[in-house]
C-alpha cells in the first residue's frame, strides 16, 4: 500500500471522530466518553467528567474504537 493510500485510510477512520469533536462542541465529551469505554475512567465517576456521550454517538464512538482495537 502506498503512502498516500495509508494517509486516506487513517483520515477516512478519523472522520466519526471529527464529526463527533464538531457536533458536541468540543472534544471533552468525546474524550471522556473513550476513556469510559476503553476502562480508564471508571462509570462511577462519571459525576465529576463531563457528561457522556449516549445513544446512537455513544455506540458509533465504540464501534471506533474497537475497530482501532482500543475496546
Known amino acids: 500500500m502506498n503512502?498516500?493510500?495509508t494517509a486516506l485510510r487513517i483520515t477516512e477512520s478519523l472522520n466519526l471522530l471529527w464529526e463527533l469533536f464538531s457536533q458536541h462542541g468540543s472534544s471533552?465529551?468525546?474524550i471522556a466518553t473513550s476513556?469510559?469505554?476503553v476502562g480508564f475512567w471508571p462509570p462511577t465517576l462519571s459525576t465529576v467528567a463531563?457528561?457522556?456521550l449516549e445513544g446512537t454517538?455513544?455506540?458509533e464512538l465504540a464501534k471506533l474504537l474497537h475497530e482501532w482495537q482500543l475496546a
Do not use: G, K
Request: charged letters at 25%; proline letters at 7%.
Open 57 to 59: 454517538d455513544r455506540q
Open 35 to 37: 476513556a469510559e469505554l
Open 50 to 52: 463531563p457528561s457522556a
Open 3 to 5: 503512502m498516500l493510500a
Open 28 to 30: 471533552l465529551r468525546v
